[in-house]
C-alpha cells in the first residue's frame, strides 16, 4: 500500500468514527445531518519535473474551506506547503494558485516520486504558523507520523464540522 493509500485510508477510518457518533440519542428527537465531506483536488499541469523546474500547483474546493498542502517527499518526510511562511491565508473559496505571492515552487532534492495530499476542513487546524526561517516546515518525519498528527488534530477540533481529502 502506498504512503498515500495508508494517508486516505487513515484518515477515512477517522470519518468513519466521527460519523458513528451522530448516531446517539438526542432530546426531542432531533437528529442532526452528516454535513457531506468537503471536496479537495491538487494537480500539476506537468506530471514529471527535473530539478530547478519551476512548479505550479492547483487547489480546488467544492465550498469554502481552509486547505492544508502537504508534499510527501521521496525520502519519507512530509512538509506543510501551504499554509507557509510567505501565503498564510489558507481559507479557500473555490479555487487557488500556488504559488500565490512573491516566492516559488522549485522542483529541488531529494528526486524521486513525490506526492501531494490536500486536506480541507470547514475549521481551520490549530497548526503554529510557519516562520520565515523555515517557509516549509517539515510537518512529519514519515506517512504514519503525519497520520497520526492529522488525527490528533481532527480529534482536537469540534466533530461537526466537514473536511476531506484529495
Not at 48 to 64: A, E, N
Not at 73 to 85: I, M, S, T, W
Amino acid at each position: 500500500m502506498s504512503r498515500r493509500a495508508a494517508l486516505l485510508a487513515a484518515l477515512g477510518a477517522v470519518l468513519a468514527v466521527g460519523s458513528a457518533t451522530l448516531g446517539q440519542a438526542f432530546p426531542l428527537g432531533l437528529l442532526p445531518t452528516a454535513n457531506e465531506p468537503v471536496g479537495a483536488y491538487v494537480w500539476t499541469m506537468e506530471s514529471s519535473f527535473t530539478i530547478g523546474d519551476p512548479i505550479v500547483v492547483h487547489l480546488r474546493v467544492s465550498r469554502p474551506a481552509f486547505v492544508y498542502l502537504f508534499d510527501l517527499q521521496p525520502d519519507g518526510v512530509v512538509r506543510l506547503l501551504f499554509p507557509n511562511a510567505f501565503s498564510q491565508g489558507n481559507y479557500v473559496v473555490s479555487t487557488h494558485r500556488l504559488p500565490d505571492g512573491a516566492y516559488d515552487l522549485i522542483a529541488a532534492h531529494p528526486t524521486g516520486i513525490e506526492e501531494l495530499l490536500v486536506f480541507a476542513s470547514t475549521l481551520p487546524l490549530p497548526l503554529l504558523p510557519a516562520a520565515p526561517a523555515d517557509p516549509f516546515p517539515v510537518f512529519a518525519e514519515d506517512p504514519e507520523e503525519a497520520i497520526d498528527t492529522l488525527v490528533s488534530l481532527l480529534a482536537a477540533i469540534d466533530p461537526t464540522h466537514s473536511w476531506g481529502v484529495g
